[in-house]
């Protein structure tokens, strides 16, 4: 049974945590819903990465460890199967093979 956020952080308020986000809905009133949690996850990235790391290395289980190592592994080569270094893109050469074909044939039109 894992831990819930109010047992491992005792910092972690949640009254606290609604009055901020009541507070961030007032101060930035052109923002919805979506774009205030964007913001507050472009602003707090580092954060959350090093959390997702230090679970990697220090999870409480083995599961918990496997699950945050695989997700940093895909995120930063890709999933198994997704070869992300060194396959091309079969559209994108596809389109690069006719877009050679037609500059060809316009080429040799333009000889004649």
Do not use: C
């Amino acid at each position: 049974m894992g831990m819930n956020m109010e047992e491992s952080d005792s910092s972690w308020v949640p009254d606290d945590a609604l009055n901020a986000l009541i507070a961030e809905r007032t101060i930035h009133t052109e923002e919805d819903n979506e774009q205030i949690a964007r913001r507050l996850l472009r602003e707090n990235v580092g954060a959350a990465i090093l959390g997702i790391v230090h679970t990697a290395i220090h999870g409480t289980n083995e599961r918990t460890r496997l699950d945050a190592q695989k997700y940093i592994t895909e995120r930063v080569l890709g999933r198994v199967g997704d070869d992300a270094y060194g396959a091309t893109n079969p559209v994108a050469d596809f389109i690069s093979e006719v877009t050679g074909f037609v500059a060809a044939a316009a080429g040799s039109e333009s000889e004649e």
